[in-house]
Protein backbone atom coordinates (compact mmCIF):
# COMPACT_ATOMS: atom_id res chain seq x y z
CA UNK A 1 0.00 0.00 0.00
CA UNK A 2 1.22 3.50 -1.36
CA UNK A 3 -0.74 5.52 1.85
CA UNK A 4 -1.50 4.78 5.15
CA UNK A 5 -5.69 4.94 5.28
CA UNK A 6 -7.54 7.03 7.52
CA UNK A 7 -9.56 4.60 9.91
CA UNK A 8 -13.12 4.35 9.08
CA UNK A 9 -12.65 5.95 5.94
CA UNK A 10 -13.17 3.87 2.07
CA UNK A 11 -11.28 5.53 -0.89
CA UNK A 12 -13.00 5.14 -4.70
CA UNK A 13 -11.74 5.88 -7.96
CA UNK A 14 -14.45 5.82 -10.47
CA UNK A 15 -13.30 5.68 -13.80
CA UNK A 16 -14.46 4.59 -17.42
CA UNK A 17 -11.25 4.12 -18.34
CA UNK A 18 -8.32 1.80 -16.79
CA UNK A 19 -5.66 3.64 -18.80
CA UNK A 20 -5.82 7.40 -18.16
CA UNK A 21 -3.71 9.82 -20.76
CA UNK A 22 -1.24 12.37 -19.81
CA UNK A 23 -2.36 15.44 -22.04
CA UNK A 24 1.12 17.02 -22.15
CA UNK A 25 2.98 13.99 -23.95
CA UNK A 26 -0.24 13.56 -26.12
CA UNK A 27 0.95 15.53 -29.07
CA UNK A 28 4.56 13.86 -28.51
CA UNK A 29 2.73 10.55 -28.50
CA UNK A 30 0.26 11.72 -32.12
CA UNK A 31 4.12 12.47 -33.31
CA UNK A 32 5.27 9.26 -32.70
CA UNK A 33 7.89 10.27 -30.03
CA UNK A 34 6.58 8.60 -27.25
CA UNK A 35 4.69 4.87 -26.78
CA UNK A 36 1.60 4.22 -25.10
CA UNK A 37 2.60 3.28 -22.35
CA UNK A 38 4.67 5.89 -21.91
CA UNK A 39 1.64 8.41 -21.97
CA UNK A 40 -0.55 6.46 -19.63
CA UNK A 41 -1.75 6.06 -15.90
CA UNK A 42 -2.70 2.70 -15.30
CA UNK A 43 -5.22 3.78 -12.74
CA UNK A 44 -6.07 0.06 -11.67
CA UNK A 45 -2.47 -0.39 -9.79
CA UNK A 46 -2.79 3.53 -8.76
CA UNK A 47 -5.80 2.93 -7.13
CA UNK A 48 -4.34 0.05 -5.56
CA UNK A 49 -1.06 1.76 -4.84
CA UNK A 50 -3.52 4.23 -2.75
CA UNK A 51 -5.66 1.70 -0.84
CA UNK A 52 -8.90 2.80 -2.49
CA UNK A 53 -10.70 0.61 -4.92
CA UNK A 54 -11.12 1.16 -8.56
CA UNK A 55 -14.90 0.91 -9.81
CA UNK A 56 -14.72 0.58 -14.14
CA UNK A 57 -17.78 2.41 -14.76
CA UNK A 58 -18.51 6.12 -16.77
CA UNK A 59 -20.38 8.45 -13.99
CA UNK A 60 -23.58 10.14 -16.20
CA UNK A 61 -24.96 11.83 -12.88
CA UNK A 62 -24.85 12.90 -9.64
CA UNK A 63 -27.96 13.22 -7.36
CA UNK A 64 -27.61 15.60 -4.40
CA UNK A 65 -30.37 14.87 -2.41
CA UNK A 66 -29.24 10.86 -1.82
CA UNK A 67 -25.43 12.07 -1.97
CA UNK A 68 -24.95 9.42 -5.16
CA UNK A 69 -22.78 8.95 -8.41
CA UNK A 70 -24.97 7.97 -11.03
CA UNK A 71 -22.94 5.47 -13.57
CA UNK A 72 -24.07 3.74 -16.34
CA UNK A 73 -24.15 0.82 -14.50
CA UNK A 74 -25.69 1.72 -11.17
CA UNK A 75 -25.31 4.53 -8.29
CA UNK A 76 -22.16 4.55 -5.99
CA UNK A 77 -22.81 6.76 -2.33
CA UNK A 78 -20.44 8.81 -1.11
CA UNK A 79 -20.24 11.04 1.97
CA UNK A 80 -17.17 13.55 -0.08
CA UNK A 81 -16.93 13.68 -3.49
CA UNK A 82 -14.06 15.01 -5.60
CA UNK A 83 -14.34 15.24 -9.13
CA UNK A 84 -11.84 15.85 -11.64
CA UNK A 85 -13.43 14.94 -15.39
CA UNK A 86 -11.84 17.69 -17.65
CA UNK A 87 -13.08 18.97 -20.33
CA UNK A 88 -14.77 18.16 -23.77
CA UNK A 89 -14.61 20.93 -27.64
CA UNK A 90 -17.96 22.36 -27.63
CA UNK A 91 -19.74 21.02 -30.57
CA UNK A 92 -23.44 21.25 -30.10
CA UNK A 93 -24.01 24.17 -31.89
CA UNK A 94 -22.69 23.16 -34.79
CA UNK A 95 -25.11 21.50 -37.23
CA UNK A 96 -23.32 17.85 -38.13
CA UNK A 97 -20.33 18.15 -35.79
CA UNK A 98 -21.49 15.67 -33.34
CA UNK A 99 -22.05 13.53 -36.12
CA UNK A 100 -19.10 13.85 -38.11
CA UNK A 101 -15.97 15.29 -35.80
CA UNK A 102 -13.56 13.37 -33.78
CA UNK A 103 -13.10 15.59 -30.13
CA UNK A 104 -9.75 15.83 -29.25
CA UNK A 105 -11.38 15.16 -25.62
CA UNK A 106 -12.13 12.28 -24.47
CA UNK A 107 -8.77 11.47 -25.46
CA UNK A 108 -9.31 7.60 -25.43
CA UNK A 109 -12.12 8.18 -28.85
CA UNK A 110 -9.46 10.62 -30.25
CA UNK A 111 -6.61 8.10 -29.93
CA UNK A 112 -8.84 5.23 -31.83
CA UNK A 113 -9.70 7.16 -34.40
CA UNK A 114 -6.72 8.24 -34.59
CA UNK A 115 -4.98 4.85 -34.65
CA UNK A 116 -7.23 3.99 -37.16
CA UNK A 117 -6.39 6.60 -39.45
CA UNK A 118 -2.52 6.04 -39.55
CA UNK A 119 -3.45 2.53 -40.23
CA UNK A 120 -5.31 3.08 -42.84
CA UNK A 121 -2.63 5.25 -44.21
CA UNK A 122 -0.16 2.83 -43.83
CA UNK A 123 -1.97 0.04 -45.89
CA UNK A 124 -2.77 2.82 -49.06
CA UNK A 125 0.10 5.23 -48.82
CA UNK A 126 -0.63 6.05 -52.82
CA UNK A 127 -4.32 7.48 -51.71
CA UNK A 128 -5.13 11.26 -51.36
CA UNK A 129 -5.41 12.13 -47.25
CA UNK A 130 -6.93 15.11 -46.05
CA UNK A 131 -7.52 16.48 -42.50
CA UNK A 132 -9.43 19.48 -41.30
CA UNK A 133 -8.34 20.48 -37.69
CA UNK A 134 -10.93 22.72 -35.99
CA UNK A 135 -9.46 25.15 -33.44
CA UNK A 136 -6.37 27.27 -33.71
CA UNK A 137 -5.07 27.27 -29.53
CA UNK A 138 -2.39 25.29 -28.33
CA UNK A 139 -3.89 22.27 -28.87
CA UNK A 140 -5.11 22.70 -32.46
CA UNK A 141 -1.57 24.09 -33.52
CA UNK A 142 0.23 21.40 -31.41
CA UNK A 143 -2.39 18.58 -33.28
CA UNK A 144 -1.79 19.95 -36.54
CA UNK A 145 2.20 20.14 -36.49
CA UNK A 146 2.79 16.68 -34.94
CA UNK A 147 0.46 14.49 -37.09
CA UNK A 148 1.87 16.29 -40.11
CA UNK A 149 5.73 14.90 -38.26
CA UNK A 150 4.13 11.34 -37.83
CA UNK A 151 2.56 11.27 -41.66
CA UNK A 152 5.11 12.76 -43.61
CA UNK A 153 7.00 9.44 -42.83
CA UNK A 154 3.83 7.44 -44.08
CA UNK A 155 3.25 9.49 -47.49
CA UNK A 156 6.83 10.38 -49.46
CA UNK A 157 4.93 12.29 -51.83
CA UNK A 158 4.52 15.73 -49.77
CA UNK A 159 1.41 15.97 -52.13
CA UNK A 160 -1.15 13.62 -51.17
CA UNK A 161 -0.98 14.91 -47.59
CA UNK A 162 -2.96 17.57 -47.02
CA UNK A 163 -3.30 19.67 -43.53
CA UNK A 164 -5.89 22.31 -42.79
CA UNK A 165 -5.97 24.32 -40.03
CA UNK A 166 -8.98 26.37 -39.00
CA UNK A 167 -9.74 29.06 -36.58
CA UNK A 168 -12.16 31.91 -35.75
CA UNK A 169 -9.49 34.12 -34.69
CA UNK A 170 -7.49 36.74 -36.49
CA UNK A 171 -4.43 35.34 -35.00
CA UNK A 172 -3.49 31.54 -33.51
CA UNK A 173 -3.06 30.96 -29.73
CA UNK A 174 -4.98 34.41 -28.61
CA UNK A 175 -3.98 33.14 -25.19
CA UNK A 176 -0.68 33.96 -25.61
CA UNK A 177 1.70 36.88 -26.82
CA UNK A 178 2.10 38.11 -30.09
CA UNK A 179 5.58 36.64 -30.55
CA UNK A 180 4.81 33.16 -30.06
CA UNK A 181 1.72 33.60 -32.45
CA UNK A 182 3.75 34.75 -35.45
CA UNK A 183 6.46 32.22 -34.98
CA UNK A 184 3.59 29.25 -34.74
CA UNK A 185 1.80 31.01 -37.75
CA UNK A 186 5.13 31.12 -39.94
CA UNK A 187 5.92 27.78 -38.82
CA UNK A 188 2.46 26.54 -39.85
CA UNK A 189 2.36 28.14 -43.09
CA UNK A 190 6.69 26.78 -44.17
CA UNK A 191 5.28 23.83 -43.03
CA UNK A 192 2.98 23.63 -45.78
CA UNK A 193 -0.33 23.58 -43.17
CA UNK A 194 -3.02 25.55 -45.19
CA UNK A 195 -4.02 28.05 -42.65
CA UNK A 196 -7.56 29.41 -42.30
CA UNK A 197 -7.86 32.35 -40.75
CA UNK A 198 -11.16 34.34 -39.78
CA UNK A 199 -13.26 31.46 -40.62
CA UNK A 200 -16.06 30.44 -38.98
CA UNK A 201 -17.09 26.96 -39.34
CA UNK A 202 -21.56 26.70 -39.29
CA UNK A 203 -21.42 23.31 -40.82
CA UNK A 204 -20.06 20.08 -41.08
CA UNK A 205 -20.68 16.94 -43.32
CA UNK A 206 -19.23 13.74 -43.72
CA UNK A 207 -16.91 14.21 -46.30
CA UNK A 208 -16.31 18.74 -45.54
CA UNK A 209 -16.30 22.25 -42.99
CA UNK A 210 -19.01 24.89 -44.33
CA UNK A 211 -17.60 28.08 -43.16
CA UNK A 212 -19.91 31.16 -42.51
CA UNK A 213 -17.93 32.50 -45.64
CA UNK A 214 -18.89 30.00 -47.87
CA UNK A 215 -15.35 28.40 -47.68
CA UNK A 216 -15.76 24.55 -48.26
CA UNK A 217 -12.91 22.33 -47.27
CA UNK A 218 -13.08 18.82 -48.76
CA UNK A 219 -12.03 16.11 -45.91
CA UNK A 220 -11.39 12.77 -44.59
CA UNK A 221 -11.30 13.82 -41.13
CA UNK A 222 -12.10 16.49 -39.21
CA UNK A 223 -10.62 16.74 -35.37
CA UNK A 224 -12.30 19.55 -33.19
CA UNK A 225 -9.96 20.97 -30.80
CA UNK A 226 -12.17 24.11 -29.83
CA UNK A 227 -12.85 25.79 -27.00
CA UNK A 228 -13.47 23.82 -23.70
CA UNK A 229 -16.76 23.00 -22.62
CA UNK A 230 -18.14 21.13 -19.69
CA UNK A 231 -20.25 17.80 -19.74
CA UNK A 232 -23.79 18.25 -19.99
CA UNK A 233 -24.61 16.39 -16.75
CA UNK A 234 -22.93 18.96 -14.27
CA UNK A 235 -24.89 21.34 -15.74
CA UNK A 236 -27.88 19.46 -15.00
CA UNK A 237 -27.02 18.60 -11.07
CA UNK A 238 -27.50 21.33 -8.61
CA UNK A 239 -23.79 22.25 -8.61
CA UNK A 240 -23.34 26.49 -8.84
CA UNK A 241 -21.57 26.88 -12.55
CA UNK A 242 -20.36 29.15 -14.52
CA UNK A 243 -22.16 30.35 -17.54
CA UNK A 244 -19.82 27.33 -19.56
CA UNK A 245 -21.18 25.11 -17.30
CA UNK A 246 -17.87 24.44 -14.87
CA UNK A 247 -18.37 24.21 -11.34
CA UNK A 248 -17.83 27.52 -9.12
CA UNK A 249 -15.19 26.70 -6.75
CA UNK A 250 -14.08 28.56 -3.57
CA UNK A 251 -10.44 28.95 -2.68
CA UNK A 252 -10.21 25.76 -0.89
CA UNK A 253 -11.12 24.00 -3.99
CA UNK A 254 -14.99 23.23 -2.94
CA UNK A 255 -18.11 24.03 -4.53
CA UNK A 256 -19.42 26.66 -3.01
CA UNK A 257 -23.21 25.23 -3.26
CA UNK A 258 -21.82 22.28 -1.79
CA UNK A 259 -19.04 22.26 0.00
CA UNK A 260 -19.11 18.51 0.59
CA UNK A 261 -17.94 18.33 -3.18
CA UNK A 262 -14.50 19.31 -4.26
CA UNK A 263 -13.46 19.94 -7.87
CA UNK A 264 -10.28 20.38 -9.80
CA UNK A 265 -8.63 20.94 -13.22
CA UNK A 266 -10.65 21.95 -16.30
CA UNK A 267 -13.94 20.93 -14.52
CA UNK A 268 -13.49 23.95 -11.67
CA UNK A 269 -13.58 27.17 -12.36
CA UNK A 270 -11.93 29.10 -9.07
CA UNK A 271 -14.38 32.14 -8.02
CA UNK A 272 -11.52 34.03 -7.05
CA UNK A 273 -9.08 33.39 -9.57
CA UNK A 274 -10.10 32.11 -12.79
CA UNK A 275 -7.17 30.82 -14.92
CA UNK A 276 -7.39 29.40 -18.37
CA UNK A 277 -7.81 25.41 -18.59
CA UNK A 278 -4.98 24.29 -19.00
CA UNK A 279 -3.03 21.05 -17.36
CA UNK A 280 -0.29 23.14 -15.46
CA UNK A 281 -2.63 24.10 -13.22
CA UNK A 282 -4.82 20.96 -12.88
CA UNK A 283 -1.56 18.86 -11.68
CA UNK A 284 -0.39 21.49 -9.35
CA UNK A 285 -3.98 21.57 -8.06
CA UNK A 286 -3.64 17.96 -6.63
CA UNK A 287 -1.28 19.02 -3.62
CA UNK A 288 -3.98 21.21 -2.12
CA UNK A 289 -6.85 18.94 -2.71
CA UNK A 290 -4.94 15.92 -1.10
CA UNK A 291 -4.17 18.30 1.81
CA UNK A 292 -7.94 19.56 2.09
CA UNK A 293 -9.40 16.28 1.86
CA UNK A 294 -7.30 15.14 5.00
CA UNK A 295 -8.29 18.19 6.51
CA UNK A 296 -11.87 17.52 6.41
CA UNK A 297 -11.96 14.23 7.12
CA UNK A 298 -9.43 14.89 10.69
CA UNK A 299 -11.88 17.88 11.17
CA UNK A 300 -9.52 20.39 10.56
CA UNK A 301 -10.02 23.28 8.84
CA UNK A 302 -9.56 23.84 4.99
CA UNK A 303 -6.67 25.47 3.55
CA UNK A 304 -6.92 28.28 1.01
CA UNK A 305 -5.09 27.85 -2.79
CA UNK A 306 -4.16 30.63 -4.50
CA UNK A 307 -2.81 29.44 -8.35
CA UNK A 308 0.29 31.12 -9.81
CA UNK A 309 -0.36 34.52 -12.01
CA UNK A 310 1.42 33.49 -14.75
CA UNK A 311 2.62 30.02 -16.38
CA UNK A 312 5.48 28.90 -18.34
CA UNK A 313 4.04 27.13 -21.41
CA UNK A 314 6.08 24.67 -23.83
CA UNK A 315 4.78 24.28 -27.00
CA UNK A 316 5.99 21.12 -29.26
CA UNK A 317 6.50 22.11 -32.82
CA UNK A 318 6.37 18.33 -33.91
CA UNK A 319 9.98 18.49 -34.96
CA UNK A 320 12.00 17.78 -31.42
CA UNK A 321 11.87 21.37 -30.72
CA UNK A 322 9.73 23.80 -28.74
CA UNK A 323 8.54 27.07 -28.39
CA UNK A 324 8.93 28.19 -24.59
CA UNK A 325 5.82 30.90 -23.69
CA UNK A 326 6.04 33.44 -20.81
CA UNK A 327 3.88 36.42 -19.84
CA UNK A 328 5.28 38.63 -23.18
CA UNK A 329 8.10 36.71 -24.01
CA UNK A 330 9.10 33.85 -26.33
CA UNK A 331 11.43 31.54 -27.64
CA UNK A 332 12.06 28.64 -29.69
CA UNK A 333 14.94 25.60 -29.67
CA UNK A 334 15.94 22.14 -29.16
CA UNK A 335 16.80 22.89 -25.12
CA UNK A 336 12.81 23.48 -24.64
CA UNK A 337 12.21 20.46 -26.28
CA UNK A 338 14.26 18.66 -23.85
CA UNK A 339 13.31 21.00 -20.51
CA UNK A 340 9.69 19.76 -21.92
CA UNK A 341 10.95 16.34 -22.09
CA UNK A 342 12.31 15.89 -18.56
CA UNK A 343 9.46 17.51 -16.84
CA UNK A 344 6.84 14.92 -18.46
CA UNK A 345 8.80 12.30 -17.88
CA UNK A 346 9.68 13.34 -14.76
CA UNK A 347 5.95 13.42 -13.81
CA UNK A 348 5.49 10.27 -15.44
CA UNK A 349 8.17 8.22 -13.70
CA UNK A 350 6.05 8.53 -10.43
CA UNK A 351 3.42 5.81 -12.16
CA UNK A 352 6.08 3.36 -12.89
CA UNK A 353 6.34 0.04 -10.56
CA UNK A 354 3.40 1.12 -8.11
Known amino acids: ?56 DRAIGIDLESNQVICASGQLKFDYLSLDIGSIPQTLTVPGAKEYVIPAKPVPGFLDAWYKLKQSAAAHPEQPLSIAIVGGGAGGVELALNMQSCLKEIFKDKHILEIHLIHRGKQLLSGHNDWVSKKLTKIIQQRGIKLHLQQDVTKVLADRVICQSGLEIESNHIFWVTQAAAPSWINESQLKTDNQGFILVSDTLQSISHPHIFAAGDIATMVNHQRPKAGVFAVRQGQPLFNNWQNILTQQPPQSYIPQDKYLALIGTGDHKAIASWDFLGWRSAFFWWLKDYIDRKFMNQFINL
Open 1 to 56: MGFKSLPDVDLTLISDVQQTPYSGMLPGHVAGFYSYDETHIDLRSLAKFAGAEFVG
